[in-house]
């Protein structure tokens, strides 16, 4: 048996991996600064990440949502107290996807509503649901076509007004930050209103912060930084530093029944164990200070009175995700800067290079990346 081809990759094969440092099979170091898109939250192998998985694996790996499981409680008090919602509940699943199925699932339940509205560029996962809610056909098969969801340009309260006013709407999502849209940012006026149309038409508001929270965007959700509160927040990549995990945090407003949502693996004792460690090291490391002073630091270089501006068009971003376009005659700078100065990023379309590196990257890695990419500019 082979594999089924469903990505291009590059012929490299990392093995290990220390903070933001790769080698590769054949010994060649790399920089990374995209984490495998947004998961490496706090480092390769952090030692409090590594040592509290063996512990937890040496104890009990897994067992059924069908006994009590102390570390999903840990978790939940954890995630509610370092993201300032204490008073949400939380639902464990296995994935970013899962959590965007299940959270429009309860919206649809809260609401009796099956409508969903979207907006342009949006991503939001691959099964059944979360690709019917991203807008891209090329990934949606025909049996996951469905009128139940509408998308209207992000930004345009005209267009979501008029669309939420049919009554048949159960939510509205949107991602903190776009992300494979190559990192689009909603304006916070437009977050406000939103929040405003949904409370008024009894709609839900699901943020989508798989890729933008977790302390990624100097915040941590992305959507705190706009003065709002979401009824419900979808979150994964960055949760357990690679170990599969997502979550759903849900409002107090929306009540739990016995058999609503269900998962064999999501919540296990080494999934739990990963996220809890997860967060020690963002809390005790001040790691989304850490991002926001980074990020700070890209921005001013490529943005700021004397930025970079020979190959850019635009620098776009907050914290450490960021989205760099660059010019057409750039185009090839992605793979210069991989094979020639061995640095991992990431892609939106030809144009844009993302940034997504490790919430502990430090000003001295980042000051790397701001040289190499001025002497291959120059």
């Known amino acids: 048996m082979d594999l089924f081809e469903v990505y291009k990759l590059w012929d490299i094969e990392p093995v290990r991996g220390q903070d933001t440092t790769l080698w590769d099979k054949d010994g060649a170091e790399y920089t990374d600064l995209y984490g495998g898109h947004a998961v490496i939250s706090v480092g390769h192998c952090h030692p409090h990440y590594v040592k509290t998985v063996s ?58 509503k099956a409508k969903i509205l979207a907006f342009n560029k949006a991503f939001h996962g691959r099964t059944s649901g979360a690709v019917s809610a991203t807008d891209n056909p090329k990934i949606r098969a025909p049996f996951n076509a469905t009128e139940n969801v509408t998308f209207v340009q992000l930004g345009d309260i005209a267009a979501v007004e008029k669309t939420l006013a049919s009554g048949e709407y159960a939510a509205v999502v949107l991602e903190g930050i776009q992300g494979v849209a190559g990192i689009f940012e909603a304006s916070s006026q437009f977050w406000q209103q939103l929040r405003e149309l949904c409370d008024r038409l009894g709609v839900m508001l699901i943020a989508d912060e798989i890729q933008s929270g977790y302390g990624r965007s100097g915040k941590f959700f992305a959507h705190q930084h706009h003065n709002v509160m979401a009824d419900i927040i979808t979150t994964a990549k960055g949760m357990a530093n690679g170990f ?125 990346f701001i040289n190499d990419w001025k002497e291959l500019t120059a």
């Open 55 to 112: 512990e937890q694996l040496g104890k009990l790996g897994f067992y059924s949502n069908a006994v009590q499981n102390g570390l999903q409680k840990e978790l939940a008090l954890k995630l509610g107290r370092i993201s300032g919602y204490q008073d949400y509940k939380l639902f464990l699943c296995n994935s970013g996807a899962e959590a965007i199925e299940n959270a429009l699932k309860l919206a649809s339940f809260a609401t009796g």
């Open 244 to 368: 599969p995990i997502g979550g759903v945090l849900i409002s107090p407003k929306i009540k739990a029944e016995y058999g609503m949502l269900g998962t064999t693996f999501g919540g296990n004792h080494l999934a739990c164990s990963a996220a809890i460690a997860v967060l020690d090291i963002i809390e005790s490391q001040k790691l989304v200070e850490n991002a926001a002073r980074i990020g700070e630091y890209f921005k001013n270089a490529f943005a700021g009175p004397q930025g970079l501006d020979k190959a850019l068009v635009e620098y776009r971003g907050r914290g450490l995700m960021i989205g760099l376009e660059v010019k057409e005659e750039y185009s090839d700078l992605r793979n210069r800067l991989l094979f020639e100065k061995h640095f991992f990023t990431g892609a939106a379309g030809a144009k844009v290079i993302r940034l997504l590196p490790s919430l502990t990257v430090s000003e001295e890695t980042a000051q790397k």
